[in-house]
């Protein structure tokens, strides 16, 4: 596993919040989305490299945890890391925790599959992604 990146910084706004009084699930997935693309940036998965080369990335599996309610006026962060690098895959994890008392509020393991967008077809992931997960992972 690397070290954790800071992948995204944001607040919780009252539209972002159900008829609980917390925010709704497609926000949770909203944000670390973001923080995802932030991720591959930081890969070297960048989205000029992305378009240049035909290639993409596609979520095939996603697993979220809720672990304490976020409202209106919270702060949030996500830190992210690598979990597992495959040859055409990398598995990840999102940490969102709430700023002011520092838990967790939800967490995410992501697989992404690095894909020739051309062929529609799983290809390997560019070397450059290893030489950065080495790099987080020193």
């Known amino acids: 596993m690397t ?9 919780v706004y009252p539209w972002h919040c159900d008829h609980m ?3 709704n699930v497609m926000w949770y997935v909203g944000k670390f989305d973001e923080a995802t693309w932030q991720f591959f940036f ?10 240049e080369n035909g290639r993409g990335m596609a979520a095939v599996e996603q697993t979220i945890q809720y672990k304490r309610e976020l409202v209106a006026g919270d ?10 690098l495959k040859e ?6 999102h940490e969102m925790r709430e700023d002011d008392s520092g838990e967790v509020a939800a967490t995410t393991t992501l697989v992404a599959v690095h894909l020739d967008t ?3 077809r799983a290809c390997a992931l560019p070397a450059l992604v290893a030489a950065h997960v080495k790099e987080l992972a020193a």
């Open 3 to 11: 070290r954790p990146l800071l992948t995204y910084r944001g607040a």
């Open 21 to 23: 009084g917390h925010m």
């Open 42 to 51: 930081r890969l070297g998965l960048t989205p000029s490299f992305l378009r």
């Open 75 to 84: 702060l949030v962060t996500i830190h992210s890391n690598v979990v597992e």
């Open 88 to 93: 055409k895959s990398i598995r990840f994890l």
């Open 118 to 120: 051309s062929a529609r």
